[in-house]
C-alpha cells in the first residue's frame, strides 16, 4: 500500500460534503484536493485509508457511524491540541482548531464554546455537526504545525503515542455512545421500590427516605433536614458535638443515636437524586443507557461524561445492567494498576520483578520488605504514590526506599517539581497543569478537579480517584502531593488508551461491543458464544497496552474478567 494511500485529510463542509485530500509521510498533501458531495458517501468510498485527519471527532464521527462507516483510525486535531498546549505549559488556552489556526497566524484568538451538559436520553452538543467548519487548508495548515510541536517534544515518539490514543478514545467514546449499555428499567425500578419505598405524589421524597429523616429528627428532638449538611452540623452543635462536615469517616466517629439513620439516609439520597425515578425516565433509552463520554475530560487524562453519573454507579444499582436474552457482558479490569505503573514509569528493577507476576502485588511486597504484613505492605505502596508521608508513613516510605529506591525517587522527584512550580509529565507525555493561576486555567479549559480521596487499607489502588488538586492550591506542599500521584494516575490513565483502542482492534469482526469504561475497567457487551474470544482478547489487549505504552518491561499488567449475564455479579 503506497502511503499516499494511509493517511487523508477530511473537512466536512456545511452543506454536509466534503474536501479531502491525500496526505503524505511529512503531513503534506500528496495529492489533488477533492471535493465530494456526501461526507459519508466520501469516507466510505476509502476503506484502505487507516487514518483519518479531521478537526474533531466528534463534528464528523457521529454521521458514520449512522450510516455504519467504520473508522480505523483517526488524528483528532483538537484532541493534540489540548495535550500539545499542555506539554508547552499552556493549558487552559483555547484548544479548538479555529483558536489553533489564529495562534498560528498571529491573530485574535477566539475562546472555546463553553461545556454544556448532555440533554438526557440525547446526543449532546458535543456531537453535534460543528457550526462553522475550518476550510481543508487551514486544517491542513494547523495539522503540519503540530507535527512541528510533536518534534519538538520532550519525547516525540511517546508523544504522537499518546495523540493517537487519545484519538483512538474519542472513536471509542462515539461508539459506546451509539452502542449503549443495556439496561433494564423494570429492574431498575424494583431495586427502587425496595431501597426506597412507595413515591409520594408531587415529588417528595418516598417512604424509605421520609421515615430516616424522621428518625434523626426524633434523635435531635427538633426537626432536621438531613439532606442540608449545615442543619446536619447546626443540630450536633446543639448536641455538644462539633463536626467540620458530615463526611461517612467523620459520623462514624461520632455516638449519637442520629448517625445510624443519618448514614442511612445520605445513602439513599444519592441513589435516590442520581439514579432515581427520574434519572431512569431522562437517561434509559429503548433498552440503553447511552453517556456522552469525555475523553481526556480531566488534567490527569480520566474520562468523564457529560450528565447520568455513568462512572459512579452504585454497586446496588448495577442490577440493572443485564445483558440482551443469549449475550452475556464480559466485565474486565487490571489488578493493582496503579503500583504495576510506578514500576513501569520508575523502572526500578526490585519492583520491575515484582509487578512481572500475575499474582498479588501487595502479598509479593510484605514477603520482600514487610514480614509478611500485606496491609502494611499495601498501605506503604499507596502511601508513596499518594503522598503519605508522616507517622506511619514516613517510616514505611522509609522501608520502601531501602528496597526499591528507584520507584520512591520517581515520585519524591515528581512531588519536588510540584512543589518548585515546575511541570511533570506522564510516560508518554500528559503534562500537569502549570503552578501559578492554574485554578483559573483549567477552569476556563473546561477541565475539572478531581476530588481527593486517601488510600485506606480496604481500597485497592485505581479503585478511587486518588487526585488531590494541589495545582488549584497557593500551597506548594499540597502541589508536590498532586504532581507526586500525577505521574501515576496520569500514566495509568495513559495505558488505559492505550488498552480501549488495543480491545477495540480485537473486536473487529465480532458482533462484540465495547459499552463501558471507567478508569481501569472496560465492559463488551457480546453474544454468548463470543464470550471466551473476547475474554482471551482482552487478556492479550492488556499486555500489548503495558509493552506499547511503556516498552519492553518485566511488568505485566494482569485483568480479572468475569463473564456474568448482570453487572453486579462481576464482583
Known sequence: MSDTRVRWAVAAEEDGGARLVPLGPAGLPAGPVLREPDLVTAVRARPDVERWVWRSTAGIHPRLLAAGVHVERCYDIEAAEQLLLGHEGRLGEPRSAAAALARLRGGPVPPDPPPRSAEPGAQSSLFDPQPVPLPLESL?????????????AEHPGRMRLLTAAESAGTLVAGEMFRAGLPWRADVHRRVLGELLGERYAGG??????????????????????????ADVIKAFAGAGVRLRSTRRWELEEVDHPAVRPLLEYKKLYRIWVAHGWGWLQDWVREGRFRPVYVPGGTVSGRWTTQGGGALQIPRVIRRAVVADEGWRLVVADVDQMEPRVLA???????????????????????????????????????????????????????????????????????????????????????????????????????????????????????????????????????????????????????????????????????RAELVFFQHDEVIVHCPAEEAPAVVAAIARAGEVAGEVTFGRTPVRFPMTTAVVECYADAK
Open 344 to 510: 513501569a514509569v520508575s523502572r526500578d528493577p526490585g519492583l520491575m520483578e515484582l509487578a512481572g507476576h500475575g499474582g498479588d502485588l501487595y502479598t509479593a511486597l510484605s514477603d520482600r520488605a514487610f514480614s509478611g504484613d500485606r496491609e502494611q505492605a499495601k498501605l506503604a505502596l499507596l502511601g508513596a504514590i499518594y503522598g503519605q508521608t508522616s507517622g506511619d508513613g514516613l517510616k514505611n516510605l522509609a522501608a520502601l526506599r531501602r528496597r526499591f529506591p528507584a520507584a520512591v525517587a520517581h515520585v519524591d522527584e515528581a512531588a519536588r517539581a510540584g512543589e518548585e512550580g515546575r511541570l511533570v509529565r506522564t510516560w508518554l507525555g500528559r503534562t500537569s497543569p502549570r503552578a501559578v493561576g492554574d485554578d483559573d486555567a483549567a477552569g476556563e479549559a473546561g477541565i475539572p478537579q478531581e476530588a481527593p480521596e486517601e488510600p485506606s487499607a480496604t481500597a485497592d489502588a485505581g479503585t478511587g480517584t486518588g487526585f488531590v488538586p494541589g495545582y488549584a492550591s497557593a500551597d506548594a506542599r499540597a502541589r508536590g502531593r498532586f504532581t507526586r500521584n500525577f505521574v501515576v494516575q496520569g500514566s495509568a490513565a495513559d495505558w488505559a488508551l492505550v488498552l480501549l483502542a488495543a480491545v477495540r482492534r480485537s473486536l473487529a469482526g465480532m
Open 204 to 229: 417528595g421524597e418516598p417512604r424509605r427516605l421520609a421515615e430516616l429523616a424522621d428518625e434523626v429528627s426524633a434523635a435531635f428532638g427538633r426537626r432536621v433536614r438531613p439532606e442540608l449538611a
Open 140 to 152: 491542513l495548515e494547523v495539522y503540519a504545525e503540530q507535527q512541528r510541536r510533536h518534534d519538538a
